[in-house]
């Protein structure tokens, strides 16, 4: 079912639609970010199979109320995060990564913590616009978004295709050298980073479309990451970036790191987004306050002005128990949970023994 935004989001849309984007004051960045902890590792997925549980394991971070039914004010009212900034009840989430075993079983890849990370890069669609103008801001994501970025069933690339390119993996190794590839590494790593890129540019009307997907876009201008917005998704939003870290320093054997939808190549990596801010209006200053040297420990900070704890992440319990499945968490298991996940990827992209 798609969602129509609230009164006061239709009407900011179409200010900004009318007069431009916000105009920003003074600030030396384009970003603000925050890091998480782990808050749940679940066969869970409430955009994509509410309810029910998921077609494969998921590693999440933010809001301690996620669970498999959540609407808008289910997420607003978690009574914490796991994330360093208070009023951000969102939740981010991506398949968990597995081992697999010389035996044929599974074992969980330790999933470490995430950084979440709000860009200012995408700009409103202008007939003839070639070029952001970095003076002015985007929307901040409008209160009930829900989308996923990425493709799940995905095992090769394709360079061409803007959303591929918002999927990648960064290799950290020991001595803190880091290497980008679109896939999944070729070469152990002390630490894996998983990193999606979330598309930027709204249609406007659709909190949530049936893929989950088609309501968003990319910038056709620019790249995935920076630019211009299509005229079919004419609003430009904050550009949301997920880091998710793994620690694969015990597990060498890189070609045996698989995705717990049976992807070895991590080009089926995706990530999900569950609005859950409590103060749309700090949301939409922030570009403009957090941005500066100090960051969100800025006194002036929209979002971190009045927390009364650290701007720091901090391990939480959910508010509700997860459901009673089996992932790995006692050691290691005889197939990939979630129903049928047969590792699958195309010739010579892994290898088992």
Same mark, same amino acid.
């Given at each position: =079912?798609?969602?129509?935004?609230?009164?006061?989001?239709?009407?900011?849309?179409?200010?900004?639609?009318?007069?431009?984007?916000?105009?920003?004051?003074?600030?030396?960045?384009? &970003?603000?970010?925050?890091?998480?902890?782990?808050?749940?590792?679940?066969?869970?997925?409430?955009?994509?199979?509410?309810? &029910?549980?998921?077609?494969?394991?998921?590693?999440?971070?933010?809001?301690?109320?996620?669970?498999?039914?959540?609407?808008?004010?289910?997420?607003?009212?978690?009574?914490?995060?796991?994330?360093?900034?208070?009023?951000?009840?969102?939740?981010?989430?991506?398949?968990?990564?597995?081992?697999?075993?010389?035996?044929?079983?599974?074992?969980?890849?330790?999933?470490?913590?995430?950084?979440?990370?709000?860009?200012?890069?995408?700009?409103?669609?202008?007939?003839?616009?070639?070029?952001?103008?970095?003076?002015?801001?985007?929307?901040?994501?409008?209160?009930?978004?829900?989308?996923?970025?990425?493709?799940?069933?995905?095992?090769?690339?394709?360079?061409?295709?803007?959303?591929?390119?918002?999927?990648?993996? =960064?290799?950290?190794?020991?001595?803190?050298?880091?290497?980008?590839?679109?896939?999944?590494?070729?070469?152990?790593?002390?630490?894996?980073?998983?990193?999606?890129?979330?598309?930027?540019?709204?249609?406007?009307?659709?909190?949530?479309?049936?893929?989950?997907?088609?309501?968003?876009?990319?910038?056709?201008?620019?790249?995935?990451?920076?630019?211009?917005?299509?005229?079919?998704?004419?609003?430009?939003?904050?550009?949301?970036?997920?880091?998710?870290?793994?620690?694969?320093?015990?597990?060498?054997?890189?070609?045996?790191?698989?995705?717990?939808?049976?992807?070895?190549?991590?080009?089926?990596?995706?990530?999900?987004?569950?609005?859950?801010?409590?103060?749309?209006?700090?949301?939409?200053?922030?570009?403009?306050?957090?941005?500066?040297?100090?960051?969100?420990?800025?006194?002036?900070?929209?979002?971190?002005?009045?927390?009364?704890?650290?701007?720091?992440?901090?391990?939480?319990?959910?508010?509700?128990?997860?459901?009673?499945? &089996?992932?790995?968490?006692?050691?290691?298991?005889?197939?990939?949970?979630?129903?049928?996940?047969?590792?699958?990827?195309?010739?010579?992209?892994?290898?088992?023994?």
């Amino acid at each position: =079912m798609q969602n129509r935004p609230r009164g006061c989001v239709a009407a900011l849309h179409l200010l900004l639609m009318l007069c431009g984007p916000v105009i920003g004051a003074l600030h030396t960045t384009d &970003e603000f970010t925050f890091s998480c902890v782990p808050l749940t590792t679940q066969l869970s997925d409430p955009i994509v199979t509410p309810g &029910e549980p998921s077609g494969h394991t998921h590693v999440v971070a933010g809001g301690t109320a996620f669970q498999r039914t959540m609407n808008q004010s289910t997420a607003q009212n978690a009574r914490d995060t796991t994330c360093g900034v208070a009023i951000d009840k969102s939740n981010y989430w991506i398949p968990q990564l597995y081992h697999w075993r010389r035996n044929g079983s599974f074992e969980l890849i330790e999933y470490q913590s995430s950084s979440i990370y709000y860009f200012n890069r995408a700009c409103n669609y202008t007939a003839g616009l070639t070029a952001c103008d970095e003076s002015q801001f985007a929307l901040a994501p409008p209160e009930g978004l829900r989308m996923v970025a990425g493709n799940p069933r995905l095992r090769t690339y394709n360079d061409s295709d803007w959303s591929q390119r918002a999927i990648s993996h =960064m290799c950290i190794g020991q001595d803190g050298s880091s290497n980008e590839t679109k896939g999944l590494p070729q070469r152990p790593c002390e630490m894996l980073r998983s990193q999606v890129f979330m598309p930027s540019c709204w249609d406007g009307e659709n909190l949530d479309s049936q893929d989950h997907q088609s309501h968003m876009a990319y910038p056709v201008i620019g790249d995935y990451n920076k630019g211009v917005c299509p005229e079919s998704h004419p609003v430009a939003i904050y550009s949301i970036f997920l880091e998710f870290f793994f620690n694969t320093a015990p597990f060498p054997d890189y070609r045996n790191w698989v995705y717990a939808m049976g992807d070895p190549t991590g080009y089926g990596l995706h990530g999900d987004f569950m609005y859950g801010w409590t103060d749309q209006s700090a949301l939409q200053q922030a570009m403009d306050t957090c941005t500066g040297p100090n960051g969100l420990t800025d006194p002036e900070c929209s979002i971190t002005r009045t927390q009364k704890r650290a701007v720091a992440p901090m391990t939480q319990p959910l508010d509700v128990a997860p459901p009673n499945d &089996e992932f790995g968490q006692n050691g290691p298991i005889a197939r990939l949970p979630g129903g049928h996940n047969p590792v699958i990827g195309p010739p010579g992209s892994h290898w088992h023994g």
